[in-house]
């Protein structure tokens, strides 16, 4: 098992495809990997789908994709954003984009074995926006169940005081799945969190009934945000 990480830059960029470009947005998910990997200064990404709706969903969206990184600088960030010639084809292939620098303030478990984003746990600073990362590899034999008793709890999120907005995304359909949010604030984040009935019983079916054999949660200061998401950007004057 890989020793976690210290806090590391991280970025999510999330795309959205032109109309009739699906096929290509598809693509992507493989055709993408091999150049990724010989990227200077990249030590852990993930090509990610999405699903409609707020949260974990079985319907997906063909129009939206992501790409979750860590960095050994912030340097070697900008450097692929801003000249990489991957970077140029996503561009052709998009109406928008969204970016976010972040800084993990936690994360507790594991993604691929590893935890990507750090080893340590920091304060969230006070009154600005948080993000939050949920995500897991869903048990096969466990997933009809899952299916079962989650849609509720993502449906709560349309309800939840203080969202900025949130994504379901994947890796994978149906057994690989995450779901990326940006908060207010952290007090925002925990009324949802502890006093929504939906997503305490998730909490509660996640340990009895055994769903997962891989989960990992984590939190995040965003540090700077470019772009736009469903044509907005939702930490504007905030960060």
């Known amino acids: 098992m890989a020793t976690p990480l210290s806090p590391v830059h991280t970025t999510l960029t999330l795309f959205g495809i032109k109309p009739g470009h699906w096929r290509w947005g598809l693509a992507q998910m493989g055709t993408s990997q091999r150049p990724l990997q010989k990227v200077k200064g990249l030590n852990f990404f993930k090509l990610l789908g999405s699903g409609q ?7 997906p ?13 912030p340097a070697a960030a900008e450097d692929f954003f801003k000249g990489h010639p991957l970077l140029e ?7 928008e984009q969204y970016h976010l620098d972040l800084q993990p303030l936690q994360a507790h478990g594991l993604w691929s074995g590893q935890n990507p984003f750090t080893s340590e746990t920091l304060p969230a600073p006070a009154d600005k926006p948080i993000a939050v990362l949920t995500r897991a590899s869903i048990r096969l034999t466990k997933a009809l169940d899952f299916w079962k008793h989650v849609p509720q709890a993502s449906a709560s999120l349309d309800h ?3 969202l900025l907005a949130s994504i379901g995304l994947g890796e994978a359909p149906f ?12 007090a925002s984040m925990k009324e949802y969190a502890y006093r929504m009935a939906a997503h305490r019983e998730v909490i509660k079916n996640t340990r009895t009934r055994g769903w997962y ?14 772009g736009t998401w469903n044509s907005v950007d939702p930490l504007q004057g905030l960060v």
């Open 89 to 95: 084809e996503y561009r052709q292939h998009t109406f």
């Open 160 to 162: 939840a005081n203080g």
């Open 213 to 226: 054999s891989e989960e990992l949660f984590a939190r995040f200061t965003p540090l700077h945000s470019e």
């Open 175 to 186: 057994l690989r799945q995450a779901t990326f949010s940006l908060w207010k604030d952290e």
């Open 61 to 73: 969206n063909w129009y939206r994709y992501g790409l979750m990184a860590t960095w050994s600088s």
């Open 53 to 59: 709706g707020r949260g974990f969903s079985l319907k």
